[in-house]
């Protein structure tokens, strides 16, 4: 039996952790959730993690929550596989990145899917939902200028913060937003295509069955 389990739903922002996981090459199993059905409400879920929310990382016994938390936890305990920046500048680059799309793009979406978090007046959601598409839209272009450089996010080799940003631009792709990544933003759709280009990221993304961003 593996000491480590990733509790998932497919398509969340656990995705990047699940990559991450598996990128590291750590013995894990995954556990997934069924945020529809209410998996992440049971009673069993709940003595895992109060918070009710996807991802969490049972390690030993010992509980980790929150995505960046737990990329990073992993990254740091694989320091040969260079998921974490050795150098002090590009860690905190890396820092930023995970801050960056934690408050910003994750914010923003959650206003759209789960516009009931944020007013109890029904006649508020439609313009809450889009004006927060429009802001992730904004948002995309500054992510975007940031890629624009090409290669990794941060340094010359793949980190958390790549696993980080396939997440939000496959949630902008996605049927929620429908954005046309590859027209508005192809600096970030070709990031996105080398991420899902590995392995890995492969594995994960048919294990969680969703699609390759297309070459």
Sequence with gaps: MSPRTLYYA???CSLAAHIILEESGLSYEGAKLDLAKGDQRSAQYLAINDRGRVPALVEDG???????????????????????????????????????????????????RRAE?????????DGIRAKAADTYGDLCTMTEVRLSHGGWAVGECFTVADAYLLLFWIWGNGPTLRFDMAGRFPAWTAHARRV???????????????????A
Excluded: F, S
Excluded at 77 to 95: G, H, S, Y
Excluded at 117 to 125: F, G
């Design 10 to 12: 497919p398509g969340a």
């Design 62 to 112: 010992w509980v980790l929550t929150e995505c960046a938390a737990i990329m990073r936890h992993v990254a740091r305990q694989v320091p040969e596989k260079d998921l974490w920046p050795t150098d002090l500048r590009e860690q905190a680059m890396a820092d930023e990145w995970l801050g960056w799309l934690a408050c910003n793009h994750h914010v923003t979406y959650a206003h759209i």
């Design 117 to 125: 978090r944020y007013t109890d007046d029904e006649e508020a959601l």
């Design 196 to 214: 899902a280009a590995r392995p890995a990221v492969q594995a994960v993304l048919a294990r969680e069955g969703l699609g390759v961003p297309a």
